[in-house]
T-cell receptor, first 110, second 117 residues
Framework: GEDVEQSLFLSVREGDSSVINCTYT??????LYWYKQEPGAGLQLLTY?????DMKQDQRLTVLLNKKDKHLSLRIADTQTGDSAIYFC??????????FGAGTRLFVKA | GAVVSQHPSWVICKSGTSVKIECRSL??????MFWYRQFPKQSLMLMAT?????????EQGVEKDKFLINHASLTLSTLTVTSAHPEDSSFYIC?????????????FGDGTRLSIL
């Protein structure tokens, strides 16, 4: 079945860039998403990329998609302590189920 | 933007009681809503897909009689945990998508933390 995998932990220093990686198996996903979850809260949609795009930039966030390798990454520039959270990679299409990765826990050291 | 409201945010109750959780789309109509369960430090587990006006589609292993889902209108879906027991304690999150064809991803509520004593 469909699977989304991502590394579990990432630790960076404040001001550095963070890169969170994700691989997926379902090449039919129309969209690929990045969500952020802070402790005790629901998921906040950070950004998403349509499957026919290679890159999307939104302020400090840059999403790169390599369809050939089924690899998705999220780069956070100038990482701040407020960026500490769990980041979920997910794939899905319109009205279809969304498959979530296990989440990457980002620690930002001051 | 699209806002999903989930209520209550935290419930503590005795074993054997039933608990209802509401999920509302505040500024859009949602033909489809999803209910997830999240265990500590784990990813989201899809429990069921709720479609307005029809029966929910449950994922394998999820008890339909235990987790009752009702989607009576385009803005409201409810999850009722019946005869709750301590093993049902978890974080429950709903999400909604705008009408099909609108090219929008899922929008999540803030979750409900359920603790059964």
């Amino acid at each position: 079945g469909e699977d989304v995998e991502q590394s579990l932990f990432l630790s960076v220093r404040e001001g550095d860039s963070s890169v969170i990686n994700c691989t997926y198996t379902d090449s039919s996903s129309t969209y690929l998403y990045w969500y952020k979850q802070e402790p005790g809260a629901g998921l906040q949609l950070l950004t998403y990329i349509f499957s026919n795009m290679d890159m999307k930039q939104d302020q400090r966030l840059t999403v790169l998609l390599n369809k050939k390798d089924k690899h998705l990454s999220l780069r956070i520039a100038d990482t701040q302590t407020g960026d500490s959270a769990i980041y979920f990679c997910a794939g899905g299409g319109i009205g279809f189920k969304t498959i979530f990765g296990a989440g990457t826990r980002l620690f930002v050291k001051a | 933007g699209a806002v999903v409201s989930q209520h209550p945010s935290w419930v503590i109750c005795k074993s054997g009681t039933s608990v209802k959780i509401e999920c509302r789309s505040l500024d859009f109509q949602a033909t489809t809503m999803f209910w997830y369960r999240q265990f500590p430090k784990q990813s989201l587990m899809l429990m069921a897909t709720s479609n307005e006006g029809s029966k929910a589609t449950y994922e394998q292993g999820v008890e339909k009689d235990k987790f009752l889902i009702n989607h009576a209108s385009l803005t409201l879906s409810t999850l009722t945990v019946t005869s709750a027991h301590p093993e049902d304690s978890s974080f429950y999150i709903c999400s909604a998508i705008i009408r099909e064809g609108s090219n929008q991803p899922q929008h999540f509520g803030d979750g409900t933390r359920l603790s059964i004593l």
